[in-house]
């Protein structure tokens, strides 16, 4: 196997999963991108899911779609977020998509005469898709995070691959960053190092020696802690970092820089240490995110509402337009479906106080009657609006309903006799029969009215942005919206499919059948989430 010339990160879990790997990885990549090198973080999710596109929110979060239409790990958005450019399929690898290929190609032939065996023929699967970012060119530095934790019998062939892989490029160009929890007892009022020094011990095991652990705590490491740990685990006493638990996920990377967490991994990799980084921008954003002048409810209606992972990047992008605006938001959580046993009249108990509500994306029936209700009640009561995917169908359904007088409008997702189809399939989806990555997915351009309201936030006129839905706007009724002052103010200029409504006489009302909280990130928060903060604001008076 070619190796390339980059230098390799990978980071392993230990002791329990949730310790924060992603933001790890991403707050690393984030220091080291700042002293001026070209980063790039994967995933590699020890699932049998080709993707988790096909999982429910409740199993896996939200699922994160790149420009490249790949449906992925919502980790994936933390690493847009923190280095602010942009992920592919090739950031996010899963068991399920490393045997799909060795399979395939067993398939053809291509091991014609041998056994296909996990040691070497899916390891090397693995090592390809480590090396394989590497091989572009285009970074000094890939950073491998692991899913799930050291130890686990379906992370064992990535544990294998990396120890494969450490000796295949040879000393000083490889770390292993091992993420561990060192928990507190109450009662003993200590901290036990004991769950670490197993888990470093599972490594070993596997004949990975780790070369910095990431000791996720509650308290303060004192020196002993540290000393005891590195004693125990064969690691510089300077190479135990501790990871307090943070303010906000964005204190992570200075909290990070303070441990020297980017000094010893750049002294590690025989990088030069040389540049400091350049994190004003990202300080500037802290400091106004910790500042606020204001504060605004904004309701959140969404189905998954219990599980705020599956709004993960939306509630990202509001933080970001928190910052923008130096403003508080308490998000009033409304569960889809509480709405829709009540009347109109009734729906104030659950937007009390509330000067903004976004709709959220969805699949299925569940919830939606609440949800059009929801973008019904924004709509009548001039509350700043914002329907994203199933939020903006909803929103069209609603204005269907009520304006236009159409009895029984619905999208076909929900009704597929329905009378009046204001939303529906494309002819080219109607045939597919497989559900896993066939629908309308990733970057798509888009063209902007210049007389909208969203030319007027996006300040230009083409647009590109991120989709993940399989039913459409209906052309057929677009004129009888466009009379009664509800505008397709954004189109798809190839397909002619209608990407942004919104409504004239109204301070703020925009749905959008794409993402833009896929696009949202701390040095450039989306201008659609910023400015809907801001209507709300003003709303607010
Ligand atoms: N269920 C809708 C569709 O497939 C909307 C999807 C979404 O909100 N992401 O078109």
Redesign the pocket.
């Known amino acids: 196997m070619q190796i390339p010339n980059t230098k390799f990160i990978f980071v392993t879990g230990g002791v329990t999963s949730s310790l924060g790997k992603g933001i790890i990885s991403a707050s690393l990549g984030k220091l080291l991108q700042a002293r001026g090198y070209k980063v790039t973080i994967q995933k590699f999710d020890p699932y049998i899911n080709i993707d988790p596109g096909t999982m429910n929110p409740y199993e896996h979060g939200e699922c994160y779609v790149t420009d490249d239409g790949a449906e992925t790990d919502l980790d994936l958005g933390h690493y847009e977020r923190f280095l602010n450019q942009p992920t592919s399929q090739s950031n996010n690898i899963t068991t399920g998509r490393v045997y799909n290929e060795v399979i395939s190609k067993e398939r053809k032939g291509d091991y014609l005469g041998k056994t296909v065996q996990v040691i070497p023929h899916i390891t090397d699967e693995i090592k390809r898709n480590i090396y394989s970012l590497g091989k572009t060119g285009n970074y000094d530095i890939v950073i491998t995070e692991i899913g799930g934790c050291v130890g686990d019998i379906e992370s064992l062939p990535y544990v294998e691959a990396i120890r494969q892989a450490r000796w295949e490029l040879g000393t000083g160009n490889s770390l292993v960053i091992h993420l561990t929890l060192i928990p507190y007892l109450k009662a003993a009022k200590e901290l036990k190092t004991k769950p670490t020094q197993n888990s470093v011990k599972t490594l070993l095991e596997y004949g990975v020696q780790p070369n910095i652990l990431v000791c996720r705590t509650e308290h303060h490491l004192p020196i002993e802690i540290r000393q005891k740990i590195s004693r125990f685990c064969n690691v510089s006493l300077q190479s135990v970092i501790e990871s307090i638990d943070a303010e906000t996920i964005y204190d992570v990377p200075l909290l990070m820089r303070k441990e020297k967490l980017d000094e010893i991994v750049l002294e590690g990799l025989s990088l030069s240490v040389e540049n400091e980084p350049k994190l004003e921008q990202w300080k500037q954003f802290l400091g106004k995110l910790k500042n606020p002048t204001t504060e605004v409810k904004i309701a959140l209606v969404g189905k998954y509402v219990e599980l705020p992972d599956a709004y993960k990047s939306i509630i990202e992008a509001l933080t970001h337009a928190r910052a923008v605006n130096e403003c508080k938001i308490r998000i009033e959580w409304v569960q889809a479906e509480s709405l829709f046993s009540h009347s109109e009249d009734n729906l104030g108990q659950f937007f009390e106080d509330v000067s903004g509500i976004i709709v ?5 029936e569940r919830g939606i009657e609440g949800k059009i209700k929801a973008a019904a009640y924004a709509r009548e009561r001039k509350i700043p609006f914002l329907g ?4 903006m ?1 909803c929103a069209v359904i609603s204005f269907a309903r009520d304006v236009l007088g159409l009895t029984g409008a619905n ?1 076909t ?1 929900i009704d597929s006799s329905t009378s009046h189809p204001i ?1 529906s399939l494309m002819e080219e989806q109607e045939d597919i029969t497989q559900l896993g990555g066939t ?1 309308r997915l990733g970057a798509y351009p888009c063209k902007l009215k210049k007389s909208s309201k969203a030319f007027s936030i996006y300040e230009k006129q083409s647009i590109s942005e991120r989709h ?5 706007f209906n052309n057929t009724y677009l004129e009888d919206f466009e009379k009664k002052g509800m505008m397709a103010s954004g189109i798809n200029p190839e397909k002619n499919l209608v990407e942004i409504v919104e409504l004239k006489n109204h301070p703020f009302y925009i749905g959008v059948q794409f ?1 833009p909280e896929l696009k949202s990130t701390v040095e450039n928060p989306h201008p659609l989430f910023s400015s809907f903060i801001a209507a709300s604001i003003l709303a607010k008076g």
């Open positions: 959220a994306p969805g699949f299925g994203i995917c199933l939020g169908q999208s997702e939303i629908m993940r839905h399989r039913y459409e993402h």
